[in-house]
């Protein structure tokens, strides 16, 4: 099993533009989170999908849109790219809530 | 609202030191408390959940529901222990909860 991937690994945006970040998960799990992670912040939640067809707000979803293509896809979008969303970006997964695994990180730069 | 707390952002220890890293939380029902270690530019990873009592590395921690703590614990720094450390909260149905994280640094 691969587990959780995540492309592409690095991408520097001018601001305005935008982009898609694409997570996949071979692990069969319902449930699917994006993250994104900056110095002295932790880990904030952007948003999640508990079940194939849902998606929920988490903690941080503003400038951000999400699709749950299918039981495997969950990817991330940045409609129109600011500074301020320059930051590290995990997918995770769990089979249904509880401690999720992670994938390998999207190092983004927005200038 | 589920909360975690890591009151240091940095900790420095000399190899061979016991570690202590500090994690509480604010949760109104049973907690699931984890920890996670991300080591130099590398994807989070799974140290230990409280629920296995385990020691993986070395490491414990133990859930003390009276002081709302999950301190993780080793008796004996070693270099390759540097990395980032996070305490997590699953609470159902708001998800996972991290705190800010701890940069431990080992001191040859």
């Known amino acids: 099993n691969a587990g959780v991937t995540q492309t592409p690994k690095f991408q520097v945006l001018k601001t305005g533009q935008s982009m898609t970040l694409q997570c996949a998960q071979d692990?069969?799990?319902?449930?699917m989170y994006w993250y994104r992670q900056d110095p002295g912040m932790g880990l904030r939640l952007i948003y999640y999908?508990?079940?194939?067809?849902?998606?929920d707000k988490g903690e941080v979803p503003n400038g951000y849109n999400v699709s749950r293509l299918n039981k495997r896809e969950f990817s991330l979008r940045l409609e129109s790219a600011a500074p301020s969303q320059t930051s590290v970006y995990f997918c995770?997964?769990?089979?249904?809530?509880?401690?999720?695994?992670f994938g390998p990180g999207t190092r983004l730069t927005v200038l | 609202a589920q909360r975690v707390t890591q009151p240091e952002k940095l900790l420095s220890v000399f190899k061979g030191a016991p570690v202590e890293l500090k994690c509480n939380y604010s949760?109104?029902?049973?907690?699931?408390l984890f920890w996670y270690v991300q080591y130099s530019r590398q994807r989070l990873q799974l140290l230990l959940r409280?629920?296995s009592r385990e020691s993986i590395k070395g490491f414990t921690a133990d859930l003390n529901k009276g002081e709302t703590s999950f301190h993780l614990k080793k008796p004996f720094a070693q270099e390759e222990d540097s990395a980032m450390y996070y305490c997590?909260?699953?609470?159902?149905?708001?998800?996972?909860?991290f705190g800010k994280g701890t940069h431990l640094i080992i001191q040859p």
């Open positions: 999908s508990a079940s194939e067809g849902t998606t």
């Open positions: 997590a909260l699953w609470g159902g149905a708001d998800g996972l909860t």
């Open positions: 692990m069969n799990h319902n449930s």
């Open positions: 409280h629920i």
């Open positions: 949760y109104s029902g049973s907690p699931e």
């Open positions: 995770a997964s769990s089979p249904s809530g509880g401690n999720p695994d």
